[in-house]
């Protein structure tokens, strides 16, 4: 701002009138108006949420990936490692390696011919669901002869 300074007996007894010779407005000053920073604040505020709504969706997806969940082959991939298809039906846990789950077998005779299914259950016995999972898998022994085993 520019400061002068100016005799004039008009004005006062001292006579001394200060003008500004500034002529220009806030406006052309290159400063933000308050609504300019409000919409800016207000576009910000919006993607931060979808930025944040998208690391949520993320993390949940991320959990429930993590989450191990038993099924039956592993089950059925140990029973038909023994050869054994004839054996009674069966029930037992996973130990250790899947703690609160169970599993059942059961066998029955298919047809004359030898064919035999053999039916895993896994169930969790903390699951307030019950949700369960059935796997049916056909063995055949050669030793069973029209339906007596």
Not at 35 to 56: K, Q, T
Request: neutral net charge; aromatic residues 8%.
């Amino acid at each position: 701002m520019k400061w002068t300074m100016k005799p004039n007996a008009a004005v006062g007894a001292g006579g001394i009138t200060i003008r500004s010779s500034r002529t220009s407005c806030l406006r052309n000053e290159g400063a933000f108006t308050l609504i300019e920073v409000a919409v800016a604040s207000a576009v910000l505020a919006i993607a931060l949420f979808a930025l944040i709504g998208v690391c949520a969706h993320a993390m949940r997806i991320a959990r429930r990936l993590d989450m191990n969940h038993v099924d039956c082959t592993s089950l059925a991939a140990e029973f038909s490692l023994s050869n054994r298809v004839d054996e009674p039906d069966q029930s037992g846990d996973f130990g250790n390696l899947h703690p609160g789950y169970q599993w059942q077998t059961h066998s029955e005779e298919v047809g004359t011919n030898g064919l035999i299914q053999r039916d895993f259950i896994v169930f969790s016995s903390f699951d307030k669901q019950g949700t369960e999972r059935h796997l049916s898998v056909y063995y055949y022994n050669p030793n069973i002869i029209r339906g007596n085993r």
